[in-house]
């Protein structure tokens, strides 16, 4: 499979909820993966795993960064996302408190 | 949101794309839509076009569609997006640093 963005060197982050198309999304070429749980808000699997049940499987399934969405809010909750094996965060839902959304749409991006 | 609690979010139209949002109007429509058996149609009708749109950018909070996760529940003050990320921050070093509090 080929991804157009990166024949352009952007980076590709793909938002997925099962290890299933986490793999695909490795397979294809992209850079790292949001893995995002239950618990979200938003679009959303079909499976409807959990973010404590998703994150783990997805870190041993693939080798590119995995990023955790879904029910992490605080430092306690990102402390534990990290104890899954993650090795960065989305802090989506702490952002929505933010009076300014934009920044939660930049953030949202990176 | 701030005043939102545990179950005020919910994982619906699962049989176009599965979205969790707040329960308010748009979401009662669905959900009186769902329980009659609504057709895959009948649901694309009432969604309509750039309803997340509506809801998230243009403050029709009834209307709209409002993609909010569960630990908005959990969420209580409006803060500066600094101060948020401060104390996210300053809460993962204080749990890293005693993470298990043994009573």
């Not at chain 1, 080929?2 to 060197?9: N, P, T, V």
């Not at chain 1, 952007?10 to 992209?30: D, F, L, M, N, R």
């Not at chain 2, 969604?47 to 403050?59: I, Q």
Request: hydrophobic share 45%; proline share 3%; charged share 25%.
């Amino acid at each position: 499979m080929d991804i157009c963005f990166k024949r352009k060197g952007i980076t590709v982050v793909h938002v997925i909820s099962s290890s299933k198309v986490c793999k695909k999304a490795e397979e294809a070429g992209c850079d790292a993966v949001v893995a995002e749980g239950f618990e979200a808000g938003g679009h959303n699997g079909r499976e409807e795993t959990t973010t404590m049940v998703l994150i783990p499987a997805v870190v041993n399934a693939v080798k590119i960064p995995v990023i955790a969405a879904g029910g992490i809010a605080t430092g306690k909750q990102m402390l534990a996302a990290m104890v899954m094996g993650l090795r960065v965060y989305k802090w989506v839902a702490a952002l929505l408190q933010a009076k300014k959304p934009l920044l939660i749409l930049i953030l949202r991006m990176l | 949101m701030i005043n939102s609690n545990e179950g005020d979010t919910i994982l619906t139209l699962k049989q176009l794309t599965p979205v969790r949002l707040i329960k308010n109007n748009f979401y009662k429509q669905v959900q009186e839509a769902e329980n009659k058996g609504a057709s895959v149609e009948e649901l694309k009708a009432i969604l309509g076009r750039a309803r997340a749109k509506k809801g998230m950018f243009e403050g029709q909070l009834e209307e709209g569609e409002l993609e909010i996760g569960q630990v908005g529940a959990n969420v209580r003050d409006i803060l500066p997006a600094a101060k948020i990320v401060d104390e996210v921050w300053q809460g993962f070093k204080e749990a890293l640093a005693n993470p298990i509090k043994m009573i």
